[in-house]
């Protein structure tokens, strides 16, 4: 089953066309990439399947609490990593020590227990981006939209982060995962939707496997 379905989405900012009659399908479980040209509309498809921006036509249909983990951390420099990762919970009737239970379960879980009276300014870049990713976790979604989640990171926070990222496969999140760094999403998608220049359409749908690569150089070169 489909756990979040785009159909014929079309998106346009002061009368320019982003988005031209996307259609995909998100199943239960499954993790899926988005790669494309710098500013083609990956982000505004993004905010799309998250509800967070409307389509102009189309339709969303979603089934089950998606959670979008921005490019940009978006962690509040006067919190701590503990702060800002709780902050995620206030909308929500949740007791303070539920609350505690899933923080300490999650930054075990990522490895960064050790960092929460931290302020991002205080620690790596991995580091804020896996507390990002706890304050996602930590509302329990069942879709996770990550936009560029490896952009900035060493090899090392890379390797951490995809592992993070199959582990959460594996348990059933789905995912839909857009970066500009290939052959980190072939290490953690099962297919990959490609998108042309704006206005963005998709123009090829392949799964991640032996010779992906080359055919996604190519088709954005082409296009």
Do not use: F
């Amino acid at each position: 089953m489909a756990v979040l379905e785009l159909r014929h989405v079309y998106k346009a900012y002061g009368g320019e066309e982003v988005l031209h009659d996307i259609s995909l399908s998100l199943p239960e479980g499954e993790a899926i990439g988005i790669a494309g040209p710098n500013g083609c509309g990956k982000t505004t498809l993004l905010k799309i399947a998250a509800r967070i921006e409307a389509p102009d036509r189309g339709e969303v249909v979603l089934r089950g609490k998606p959670v979008l983990v921005p490019q940009d951390n978006l962690l509040l420099p006067w919190k701590t990593l503990r702060d800002n990762i709780l902050l995620a919970l206030k909308p929500y009737d949740i007791s303070p020590a539920e609350a505690e239970k899933r923080l300490e379960a999650i930054a075990r879980r990522l490895g960064i227990t050790e960092h929460l009276g931290k302020y991002p300014r205080e620690v790596s870049g991995g580091t804020a981006r896996k507390a990002a990713l706890a304050r996602a976790l930590i509302v329990e979604p069942d879709i996770l939209l990550l936009d560029e989640p490896y952009t900035g990171l060493d090899v090392a926070s890379v390797n951490a982060l995809k592992e993070t990222l199959r582990s959460l496969s594996k348990e059933k999140v789905s995912m839909i995962i857009v970066s500009h760094q290939l052959a980190e999403l072939l290490g953690t998608v099962k297919s990959i939707h490609l998108l042309s220049h704006r206005p963005a359409r998709i123009i090829k749908t392949l799964a991640a496997g032996e010779g992906a690569l080359e055919t996604i150089v190519r088709s954005l070169y082409l296009h």
